[in-house]
């Protein structure tokens, strides 16, 4: 079992609040991802971070910022919620090389209405 | 264009038969291809990871293999169970940064009946 944690799983909110998904991993890694992911589509990187004060932006542009103050926390930030938003946000974390395994969150549900 | 194509889209198949998910690809220069599993609503696992030298990886009924001059990888499934039913990804990272940028597939939805 991977030790990465995402909360909350599911959030509804309304258009134009502010929301920030939490990610936490308590295995030391380095590296921190966030990915997002509409049904039945791939996995797009938004944010990662190769670690503490880190932060640079994916191949998919994101309204989202992203900070890295710990090495296990990791959160993603809506400051203005809108329907375009709806989707899951994935988190993962990695540590040494590139072929090391990447462990993914469960996920957050978000929907905007 | 990097690329990570997997067939068939979707699949069903009964309790106890074999299956093969099948994934090409066209990311240059390689690194490594990882075949996750993830099931809805959850987040992937990881199943297996092989290099440009691996041929053949397994991990209790799933077995992978890479042929990497063709490109081409695929996941076999033996003896399939209900548990098996999720969306398998075929994940191939490149070589060119330190990250080792990853390529997803839209995966294959795999359906086993009982």
């Known amino acids: 079992e991977a030790d990465i944690y995402q909360t909350p799983r599911y959030l509804v909110i309304g258009t134009g609040k502010k929301i920030t998904l939490e990610c936490s991993q308590t295995?030391?890694?380095?590296?921190m991802y966030w990915y997002q992911q509409d049904p039945g589509m791939e996995l797009h990187l938004i944010h990662y971070?190769?670690?503490?004060?880190?932060?640079e932006k994916g191949d998919l542009s994101s309204e989202s910022t992203v900070s890295r103050i710990r090495t296990e926390h990791f959160p993603l930030t809506l400051e203005s919620a809108r329907p375009s938003h709806t989707s899951q946000y994935l988190c993962?974390?990695?540590?040494?090389?590139?072929?090391?395994?990447?462990?993914f969150g469960e996920g957050s549900w978000l929907t905007v209405v | 264009k990097n690329q990570v194509e997997q067939s068939p889209q979707s699949l069903i198949i009964l309790e106890g038969k074999n299956c093969t998910l099948q994934?090409?690809?066209?990311?240059?220069?390689?690194?490594?291809l990882r075949w996750y599993k993830q099931d809805t609503g959850r987040g992937p696992v990881s199943l297996t990871i092989?290099?440009?030298?691996?041929n053949t990886k397994s991990n209790g009924r799933y077995t992978a293999t890479l042929d990497a001059d063709t490109k081409q990888s695929s996941l076999h499934i033996t003896a399939s169970q209900l548990s098996d039913s999720a969306s398998y990804i075929c994940?191939?990272?490149?070589?060119?940064?330190?990250?080792?940028?990853?390529?997803f597939g839209r995966g294959t939805q795999l359906t086993v009946w009982p």
């Open positions: 993962a974390s990695s540590g040494g090389g590139a072929g090391n395994t990447i462990y």
């Open positions: 295995m030391g890694h380095d590296k």
């Open positions: 971070s190769y670690g503490v004060n880190s932060t």
């Open positions: 994934c090409n690809y066209t990311v240059s220069p390689f690194s490594n």
């Open positions: 092989m290099t440009f030298s691996e």
């Open positions: 994940v191939v990272s490149d070589r060119g940064s330190t990250l080792g940028r990853l390529y």
